[in-house]
Each structure stands twice: as C-alpha cells, then as structure tokens.
C-alpha cells in the first residue's frame, strides 16, 4: 500500500476559499467600524468645541443685553 500524501487542489482552492473569504471580510468589516469610530469621536469633539464656542457668544450677548437694558432704564 501507497502511504505517499496526495493533495487535491480543489480542495485546496476550497478549503482557502471556505476560510480566507470569511477572515478577509471580517478583517475589512472591523477596520470599517474602527475608522467610523475615529470619525465619529472627531465630530463629535468638534461639536463639543463649537459647543463652547456658542455658549461663549450667547454669554457675551447676553452681558451686551443687560448693558443695553440697564441704559434704556437710565434713560426713562
């Protein structure tokens, strides 16, 4: 009896397609999230800064208000 090792390569192929197509695409898929991730955090940071930055003008709108109103009362 012939113990030699026979490989098909179809099976071959097969067995690369069966498992390599599956980890490429999770591979892809995981890299996706990570970048919109990335992106997501960096919106949302420049939210947070645009944020302050309005809260900032409504603070000083807010002082420029009072003054007006103070001298509308001054001149009644």
């Known amino acids: 009896m012939n113990d ?5 390569f179809g099976d ?3 067995t690369i397609l069966i498992l390599g197509i599956p980890t490429i695409l999770i ?3 995981s890299k996706a999230f990570k970048r919109d991730k990335e992106r997501a955090n960096e919106r949302l940071g420049m939210e947070k800064e645009n944020t302050v930055m309005l809260q900032k003008r409504i603070n000083e ?3 420029r208000l009072v003054v007006v ?3 509308l009362k001054e001149a009644e």
Not at 4 to 8: D, H, S, V, W
């Open 69 to 71: 109103e103070e001298k």
């Open 27 to 29: 591979f892809f898929i």
């Open 61 to 63: 709108l807010n002082d």
């Open 4 to 8: 030699a090792l026979y490989l098909n």
């Open 12 to 14: 071959i192929v097969a």
